[in-house]
């Protein structure tokens, strides 16, 4: 996570009030686009409440879902040394960022070196994380993709609140098919599947968790590799 509180933790104190006097907050509407991709790269922008989605065109009609941000989180940063966003990134509510131009947030970083290592930490990790979805969109059955797709939704936007296992922010089936590279009727379906099986409870358009180990196993094939040892 690289976000607003972080940058302010790593940016020395000389630098904090050339931050603080650039900065700018935005508010924009749920199903608002922040930035779009082609546009000039103008800034970054870190979720200081609210979340979105990360797009990237695949041919000239169709947008894949690429990441989901929830708070302090950072967004536009791989603009950097680009003239234009080769990405686009859209509110999914209501959000407010805080916005950092281009040019400042680069003097920032190259000042701070300890500012710049915890970047290139979060960008590594960031690419790591893309190849592993990569490698499940190409290996896992539908599935292993929306039990990933339902946790990587606790991770980024946790729960309604601390006593209820119902998600604060539901995808839409559209977006989860999206994401998980197959059919609209394939995520009714698996969906449907994990609730007779007691892993989710499906409430109106939103989802509840209520066995988060089991579905971390449908990732990891624990059960496959139980039943192959007994096999040996």
Known sequence: MFSNKLFKKYCSNEWLPIFDINKQTIHV???QRIFNEGDPVKGVYFIEQGKVKVLSKFNAKDEKIVRIAGNDTILGHR?????????????????????LPIDIFIKIIKANPNMAIYLLDFIIEELREAEERLKGLLIFDPKKRVALILIKLIDCFGYADKNSNLLSYTLSRADIANMAGT???????TLANFEKLKLIELVGKEIAIKNVTKLQEIVTDKISIKKAKAIK
Request: glycine letters at 4%.
């Open 29 to 31: 509407r749920a199903k």
């Open 79 to 99: 603009g950097i040394h680009y003239k234009h966003y080769h990405i686009s990134a859209e509110a999914l509510t209501e959000t407010t960022l805080t916005f």
């Open 183 to 189: 059919t609209y009727e394939t995520i009714i379906r």
